[in-house]
């Protein structure tokens, strides 16, 4: 079945450092992939996405590709700031009305 | 984008007791949503699929009994736990998908219950 693998924290980087959290995935057909974050104590937010090959999705810094020859979608920051301190999960769109498929969650912890 | 409201953020209540959770579409319909449990510092698990106007479909090893769902319109489902013991406490997340059909979900805050 589908499913969706990231890289395993806890990732800690000091301020302004360069982020990549790698996630891949297996998939039957053209799944819809997204990057969620969840703040303590919080539900979970949607990021970014991409809907279809070589998308490039984008939001507050953060952008991952859908690469369809690698099947990933690795999120990617410049410069993090503390306040993205956080924990990321990767996700991709099964069939039309079922549940997303998440990845394990890594979380970030940026330093000042 | 579409809002899902879940209620109550957070509730302690005593062993033996059951606790209700509403999740509600705020400007969108959906005929299906979705509750997850989250564990410390864990990712999220599927409990079962809420479906308006038909049984739950629950994830194997989820108890049926314990974690009932009820989703008696287009914008709300809940989920009662029963006779709750501390084994129960813990985050649970509802969620939808988008009014298109084939988009992002939505998250509810999330609701932090702990039974003591």
């Known amino acids: 079945g589908d499913s969706v693998t990231q890289m395993e924290g806890p990732v800690t980087l000091s301020e302004e450092a360069f982020l990549t959290i790698n996630c891949t995935y297996t998939?039957?057909?053209?799944?819809?992939l997204f990057w969620y974050v969840q703040y303590p104590g919080e539900g979970l937010q949607l990021l970014l996405k991409?809907?279809?090959?070589?998308d490039k999705g984008s939001n507050k810094g953060f952008e991952a590709t859908y690469r369809k020859e690698t099947t990933s979608f690795h999120l990617e920051k410049g410069s993090v700031q503390v306040s993205d301190s956080a924990v990321y999960f990767c996700?991709?769109?099964?069939?039309?009305?079922?549940?997303?498929?998440f990845g394990k969650g890594t979380t970030l912890s940026v330093s000042s | 984008g579409a809002v899902v409201s879940q209620h109550p953020s957070r509730v302690i209540c005593k062993s033996g007791t059951s606790v209700k959770i509403e999740c509600r579409s705020l400007d969108f319909q959906a005929t299906t949503m979705f509750w997850y449990r989250q564990f410390p510092k864990q990712s999220l698990m599927l409990m079962a699929t809420?479906?308006?106007?038909?049984?739950?479909?629950?994830e194997q090893g989820v108890e049926k009994d314990k974690f009932l769902i009820n989703h008696a319109s287009l914008t709300l489902s809940t989920l009662t736990v029963t006779s709750a013991h501390p084994e129960d406490s813990s985050f649970y997340i509802c969620?939808?998908?988008?009014?298109?059909?084939?988009?992002?979900?939505?998250f509810g805050q999330g609701t932090r219950l702990t039974v003591v």
């Open positions: 969620s939808a998908r988008g009014p298109l059909g084939d988009t992002e979900a939505f």
């Open positions: 996700a991709l769109s099964g069939q039309a009305g079922t549940a997303l498929i």
């Open positions: 998939a039957t057909g053209y799944p819809s």
């Open positions: 991409a809907t279809k090959a070589d």
């Open positions: 809420s479906n308006e106007g038909s049984k739950a479909t629950y």
